[in-house]
């Protein structure tokens, strides 16, 4: 194996493991030698993924809504006292909420992207971070989106709450860079997992009308996107820190 994508004996925590991007990701992980600790608030699909990796990998599951800063904590405290150590944290479980412009986002949808899209990355960094400052290192990857690096037409409390992902990243990585804890955001542009199973969405026609706003003309594979989110977690890939990486076929190059 490449030691540059070699996660042996590392552990890393995964939110949102249950589907998409965090069960792709969990699986990869678990290929390349990984002890993972993974969440999501469906439980069935969390045991589901468990199930889907080789029995040889040392994996433990905890089901929760991430919008709970117990939950958040639960997680650490999972990982430090069945490992020892937590080396990288994803914070990837995410909403989107029905596509609508801005004078119709009602409070109920602006205070649940809030809950999970922003309180569920702060209270994860909230323990992540003093086990990696104990143990003078440790990687932190947010998942934002494009959308939290520019307007997302109908999606305004989304591309709101993912905008402060980037910020949250951006002065993470500033107050702990000389302490070794390095906190990065992947941000990437449309792809079809769960997430788009929204109205307006949900169709491949409309699907492929969202690959035509990508000079690739296309929508990423999901594992597309995790394969980036691999490379950007490489052990190797050590002095990287503060980024919001576009994953997003070029559309920022525009
Ligand atoms: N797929 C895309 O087009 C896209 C684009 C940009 C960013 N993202 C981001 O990627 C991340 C992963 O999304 P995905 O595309 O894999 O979608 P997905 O819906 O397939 O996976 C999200 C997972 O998060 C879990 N989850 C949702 N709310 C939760 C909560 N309150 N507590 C714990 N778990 C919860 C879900 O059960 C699900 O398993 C999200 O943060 C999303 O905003 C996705």
């Given at each position: 194996?490449?030691?540059l ?7 890393v925590l995964v939110?949102?493991a249950g ?13 390349r030698?990984a002890?993972?600790v993974l ?7 969390l ?7 080789a029995s040889?990998c ?10 709970l ?7 650490v405290?999972a990982a430090?006292?069945?490992?020892g ?12 909420h ?8 009602t409070?109920d949808?602006i205070d ?12 994860g960094?909230k323990?992540?971070?003093?086990v ?6 440790g990687h932190?990857m947010n998942?934002?989106?494009l959308?939290?690096?520019g307007?997302?037409p ?7 709450a993912?905008?402060a992902?980037?910020g ?7 107050e702990?860079?000389?302490k ?6 992947i ?5 079809p ?18 690959g035509m ?5 296309r ?9 980036t ?10 002095y ?5 990486i ?8 525009w």
């Amino acid at each position: 194996m490449d030691s540059l994508l070699d996660f042996s004996d590392h552990v890393v925590l995964v939110t949102g493991a249950g589907s998409g991007f965090g069960r792709l990701l969990a699986q990869g992980l678990a290929l390349r030698g990984a002890k993972l600790v993974l969440s999501d608030i469906n439980e069935h699909a969390l045991t589901e993924v468990r199930q889907s990796l080789a029995s040889s990998c040392d994996a433990i599951t905890l089901a929760g809504d991430i919008a709970l800063e117990s939950v958040n904590q639960s997680l650490v405290d999972a990982a430090v006292n069945q490992f020892g150590r937590l080396d990288i944290a994803v914070n990837n479980a995410g909403i989107a909420h029905q596509p609508a412009p801005v004078h119709q986002m009602t409070e109920d949808i602006i205070d649940r992207q809030f809950a999970v899209n922003v309180k569920g990355v702060m209270f994860g960094m909230k323990y992540q971070i003093p086990v990696m400052l104990a143990q003078k290192q440790g990687h932190i990857m947010n998942v934002s989106s494009l959308a939290g690096l520019g307007g997302a037409p109908k999606g305004a409390a989304y591309a709101a709450a993912k905008h402060a992902v980037a910020g949250v990243t951006r002065t993470a990585a500033v107050e702990y860079g000389r302490k070794n804890v390095r906190v990065n955001a992947i941000c990437p542009f449309y792809s079809p997992t769960n997430i788009l199973n929204v109205d307006g969405y949900n169709t491949p026609e409309a699907q492929a009308q969202l690959g035509m706003g990508s000079p690739m003309k296309r929508l990423a594979d999901p594992q597309e996107i995790v394969n980036t989110m691999l490379l950007l977690l490489s052990p190797g890939n050590s002095y990287m820190n503060g980024q919001t990486i576009a994953v997003d076929g070029g559309v920022t190059a525009w």
